[in-house]
């Protein structure tokens, strides 16, 4: 499997096209036709590379037209795993002063709206 394909794994569930995760595996160093291997995998890079599609995901303007459901949970869970990861490495955290606030809004059973 190559890192393109583990990060797009990494969240199955909801649409992410190679463009939005080649621009983030370039920025975090990583090539993203070289294989996923246990070293790569728990690399600051890769880490980060996780963390940042998790804030895409989060920041994303309506999964919802893609067909992708994303509840309350989904979110959360996003939103503690990035900033787990951007903590361990002294980056901004989603929510931060340096970093804008999500703002989401769910529906009646938690759907993202």
């Known amino acids: 499997m190559t890192i393109i394909e583990a990060l797009r794994a990494s969240v199955s569930n909801y649409p992410l096209e190679d463009a939005n995760v ?5 920025k975090r160093g990583l090539n993203i036709d070289d294989e996923l291997t246990t070293d790569v995998a728990n690399s600051k890079g890769y880490e980060l ?13 309506n ?4 067909g992708a459901r994303v509840t309350k949970s989904d ?12 903590r361990k490495y002294g980056e901004p955290i989603i929510g931060s002063t340096a970093d804008a606030k ?4 769910f529906g009646y059973k938690g759907e993202f709206l």
């Open 75 to 86: 979110v959360e869970h996003w939103v503690g795993s990035a900033n787990a990861i951007y």
């Open 63 to 66: 999964l919802s037209q893609s």
């Open 22 to 26: 080649e621009p983030i595996c370039i």
């Open 102 to 105: 999500p703002s989401v809004q």
């Open 49 to 61: 590379a996780t963390a940042d599609i998790y804030k895409f995901l989060i920041m994303s303007v």
